[in-house]
């Protein structure tokens, strides 16, 4: 018996658009493979594959769903970038977002977006996100 | 020993819920309570997961949890934070599922079946963790909201009672865990004074299950918080909002709100008897249902000679029970019966039903109805008062 979960179903953004240029010490990371992991309504999430172009740009569209909100089930987002270079997989963004805006994790709407393989994990925490990445923008 | 504040405690209460992936542990990690000078890499940790079919894997009830040593500013102090439900796993209907029951807990006192099922699966990990540490501990922190709430409070007592340490609870929004003798016991084995425990008013599931079970501290108000939402309000109950309502406070600063007097008997006396109206929508109402069915409950036992302890663990429901002992009441002397009498008209106003003309009408087999209908009634307003979101 379920009593604290009804209510109608909203849409959700479960990934906010990334477009941006992937470097290796400054230089473009051509062809890479980027695998996107997304988790929020199971435990086995899904995958999405991209590429880099010759000039290492990618871009991941954004991904929405329908959710019903319940305070009893905290909502929690979390995704994972990975990219293939080199024959070794390299993390360059770990999330989780406690809220389904759009652009949460940026802060607003990201601009310039730069990811660097050879920076460490940067660490982000705000209200709605904790995060680890390799990637920088501007608002 | 260095007490986390309330903006600390919620941050990491809130932090918990974000830790999905192995990566995510090291994130967590990185929190000002656990940094050391110099030390890169997080102190020592592990990482809990309720047992689900495997040894690691999650079961329906969601449990999960981080135990570490702290950094630089809480050297030999260990954090235990556990988190509540989350989307990504199978949604435990943990408060109004009509089959609550209680067991004993690893110490003999009585809990929640489901709460103890959750913490009890992750006690081998603790065990192993504390082991670790060659009893080189000298307080420990145990976090939690909600769900995590309430296995922080049965981590607390476990700690407190089987490894001695000095322990501190702090929960946001967490459900009730045990009967009173549970909260007694525990009161006196963790310390009352080491107990935080922070609810919105209209947080409806603070408010559940309804009694037998009861907070911790006993007898004591805890953290009440202001919340913007006249009615019950499933608002009341996001992390989110338990974050905010506590920045920059200190502990001293939440005890400044005490409650009315839902455990004065002269209050509950004076509720049950006024003619004011009772609308189920209002928390004060279950407050004072709540406090004058422990008030009333208890006020038939002394006079009949039950003992309580334990008297809820049977194969019959809670609400059963209750009834049971309420039907002996009837049947007392006019200073027990009278008060039986207007609980009964209380609650049965409260759910619209028309109120007996006399005190024989309230057969044991018309409570059980009434205290059934008042349970479905309560896990309804619950229910409402999320939906309105």
Redesign the interface.
């Given at each position: 018996m379920s009593l604290f979960f009804g209510g109608d179903k909203s849409e959700i953004v479960i990934f906010s658009p990334l477009d941006g240029r992937l470097l290796y010490k400054g230089e473009p990371v051509s062809n890479a493979d980027i695998k996107l992991w997304i988790k929020w309504k199971d435990t086995k999430g899904e995958s999405f594959h991209y590429k880099t172009d010759e000039k290492g740009y990618f871009s991941i569209p954004k991904k929405t769903d329908l959710y019903k909100d319940s305070p009893l089930a905290q909502l929690v987002i979390t995704q994972e970038i990975t990219v293939e270079y080199k024959g070794e997989s390299h993390l360059i963004w770990t999330l989780s977002k406690t809220d389904g805006r759009l652009n949460v994790e940026f802060g607003g709407e990201p601009k310039n977006l730069i990811c660097e393989l050879a920076e460490d994990l940067n660490t982000i925490r705000t209200d709605e996100v904790l995060m680890g990445t390799r990637c920088n923008w501007e608002i | 020993m260095n007490t986390p504040s309330p903006t600390v405690a919620a941050e990491l209460a809130?932090?918990i819920?974000?830790?999905?992936?192995d990566?995510?542990v090291?994130?967590?990690m990185?929190?000002p309570v656990f940094s050391r000078r110099n030390v890169k890499v997080a102190p020592e940790f592990s990482h809990l997961k309720a047992e689900v079919g495997g040894r690691l894997v999650?079961n329906h009830k969601d449990g999960f949890g981080i135990c570490s040593k702290g950094g630089d500013q809480h050297v030999n102090e260990v954090f235990l934070v556990f988190?509540?439900?989350?989307?990504?796993?199978k949604?435990a209907?943990?408060?109004?599922?009509?089959r609550i029951g209680i067991t004993n807990n690893q110490s003999g006192l009585p809990v929640h079946i489901g709460f103890n099922h959750c913490f009890s699966s992750m006690v081998p990990e603790i065990k192993k963790f504390f082991s670790s540490l060659n009893g080189n501990v000298t307080a420990v922190h145990c976090i939690g909201h909600?769900l995590g709430g309430a296995v922080a409070a049965l981590a607390a007592d476990w700690v407190a009672r089987n490894l001695k340490h000095s322990t501190h609870l702090y929960t946001f929004g967490a459900p009730r865990v045990g009967t009173d003798w549970f909260v007694k016991s525990t009161t006196s084995t963790v310390g009352g004074r080491n107990m935080h425990r922070v609810y919105h008013k209209t947080d409806p599931?603070t408010m559940a299950p309804l009694y037998p079970f009861m907070h911790a501290p006993y007898n004591a108000p805890g953290h009440y918080v202001h919340s913007s939402q006249p009615l019950l309000s499933?608002?009341a109950?996001?992390?989110?909002n338990y974050?905010?309502s506590v920045k920059d406070k200190s502990w001293e600063a939440l005890s400044g709100a005490p409650e009315p007097p839902y455990t004065l008997e002269s209050a509950i006396e004076a509720w049950l008897e006024s003619k004011t109206p009772v609308d189920s929508s209002s928390p004060t109402f279950w407050r004072w249902v709540d406090s004058a069915l422990i008030y009333v409950v208890k006020k038939v036992a002394m006079a009949a000679l039950v003992g309580l302890q334990g008297a809820f663990i049977s194969f019959f429901t809670v609400a059963d029970k209750i009834a049971y002992i309420l039907a002996t009441g009837i049947s007392m002397a006019e200073t027990v019966s009278f008060w039986v009498e207007r609980l009964m008209r209380k609650i049965m106003q409260a759910l619209g039903m028309r109120t007996p003309e006399s005190k024989a009408a309230l057969t044991e087999g018309l409570i059980r109805y009434v205290l059934r209908r008042l349970t479905a009634k309560s896990?309804?307003e619950?229910?409402n008062a999320?939906?309105k979101?």
């Open positions: - | 809130s932090d819920y974000r830790v999905q992936t990566s995510q090291q994130l967590f990185s929190h999650l988190r509540g439900t989350t989307t990504a796993n949604k209907d943990f408060l109004t599922d009509a909600s599931v499933g608002e109950h996001r992390m989110t974050t905010r896990n309804k619950a229910r999320i939906e979101l």
